[in-house]
């Protein structure tokens, strides 16, 4: 998804959006593009996952393909509604910018290495690409609102990783 007038973020949703509607006849595809942003505007995610839902099983019968890459996202497209996040960080997780512009300072950084020779040599210059990345890094819009995700997120989640005094 290219860059729109209203913003230039890539957005999860705006992939999606993009997945389903490359798989429909043009005179479908903006009508279904048009439902989907709509779902994404709803401030209920329930609300909006079940019409997202819907339109995917109106979509089945005619583009089993399009109703496919619509329900393969669904869940990760909704968890920021899910949890609650306020706009400002919200804004800022729904946009893919910052992966991808670390990705591209890992990438810049490791264009003149011409011979790869193991698995340890690779991370090696991953990690070193990440710290001139993180030179480059700033605040993230609505920082103040990340303890409070952090919070959710740990009453959402059960624990994955065992404790240090379960793992001793």
Not at 2 to 12: C, D, K, M, R
Not at 94 to 101: L, Y
Request: charged share 25%; with cysteine.
């Amino acid at each position: 998804m290219g860059p729109s007038a209203t913003s230039s973020l890539e957005t999860f949703e705006g992939r999606l959006t993009d997945n389903v509607t490359d798989r429909l006849p043009n005179a479908l595809a903006s009508v279904v593009a048009k439902r989907m942003r709509a779902a994404y505007r709803n401030p209920d995610p329930l609300v909006a996952q079940a019409d997202l839902e819907a339109l995917a099983r109106e979509l089945n019968r005619s583009h089993p393909g399009a109703a496919a890459s619509l329900r393969e996202g669904l869940a990760e497209t909704l968890t920021i509604g899910r949890l609650g996040v306020p706009p400002t960080l919200a804004r800022t997780l729904r946009s893919t910018n910052s992966i991808e512009s670390m990705i591209e300072i890992c990438r810049d950084h490791a264009v003149n290495v011409k011979r790869w020779r193991d698995g340890q040599m690779v991370l090696r210059w991953i990690a070193a690409g990440m710290g001139e990345a993180a030179k480059q890094f700033r605040r993230v819009n609505g920082h103040l609102h990340l303890p409070a995700l952090r919070a959710t997120l740990d009453a959402t989640i059960p624990a994955v990783t065992p404790a240090k005094e379960d793992a001793a």
